[in-house]
């Protein structure tokens, strides 16, 4: 049997998975349970997991899971297969499954596969904590913070990334108020950040994407603060889908605007954001909107669409890359620091 184990948005409870349904929020808390791989694949697909550190970690531990039944080798190594192609634009997924693969290979399989996958969500606590820590010194007091997405609690095991950021700087009495993007067409920021700061009750005023701009303009943005869902060699970054306007509208102003990340975010493999792959999605989701508050379509049925999940911000617009290990210059990133593996 395993042991049972609570995050914001998953858990192990005799030896089930449960995920937090994350298209649900925040209209309803509902637990889903997740019994097979078919099934996990189905929510990752549909956005009621996400988050690059949480999906790798939910497919972590569904391995874990599937072990304790009596999964075989070759059943969990056609899992991975199957979990691993879930999404393409996170490599935190990709890397806890490599860590999984040699889990699967040792010997008392079982045991040791159960134990990776407990100690990839501990490493994420951890590696959270320390983003916290060393992205809220960046902080200043008084600071009006604008975020994209969601990269709090909800995304991770811990507290986040860049809202684990946002947190500790306002536990330690930095942050005047946060801008929340809506972050359409999925709307992570206008349900899920939202409702995670209201939750810790730090001010925040949620606008749509298309007003940031403004905001900035006014000079009421100090610096602005994402996650990241894959750091190329040369510090590109890949993220939600409007990273990138954000990144040009703070150059254009003159704004701070930081990357907060675990080092496992970043994939050297990757020479430039050109080699990341980038998933695209449903026309649905752009030409209308649906969720547990309704749904409704508004653009014509023969409506031709767009809709990258991801962009790529260019290394040179970003002022640093907030990892668990340190905060990485923009110096260091053009001296090669992402060249190499980190660790
Ligand atoms: O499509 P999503 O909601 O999984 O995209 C999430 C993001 O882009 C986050 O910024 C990123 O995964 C970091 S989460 C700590």
Redesign the pocket.
Known sequence: MMKDLAATSLKLNDGRLWILD?QALPQQSLWLPCESVEELVSHIRA?KV??????GLSASLLLAVLASRGADKAELQQSLLTLRAS?P??V?LMNNLDRMAQAIEQPGMAAAVIAEAYRLVEEDRRLCDAIADQGSELVKPGSRLLT?????GL??AGV????GVIRRAHERGKVAGVWVDETRP?L?GGRLTAWELGQLNIPYQLICDSMAAVAMARGEVDAIW????RIAANGDV???IG?YNLAVLARHHGIPFYV??PHT?HDPACVDGSAIPI?QREPTEVTGVSGSFGSCQWAPEQAQVFNP??DVTPAGLISGWVLDTGVVTPQQVEAGIFKQALR
């Open positions: 994350q956005l996400r988050g690059a550190p949480l999906i999404r634009t996170a935190n994209h997405c969601n990269t709090g995304a991770t986040g990334t860049a809202l999925l992570q994402v996650g990241a869902d890949a993220n939600k990273t907060a990340a975010t998933e999940a991801f």
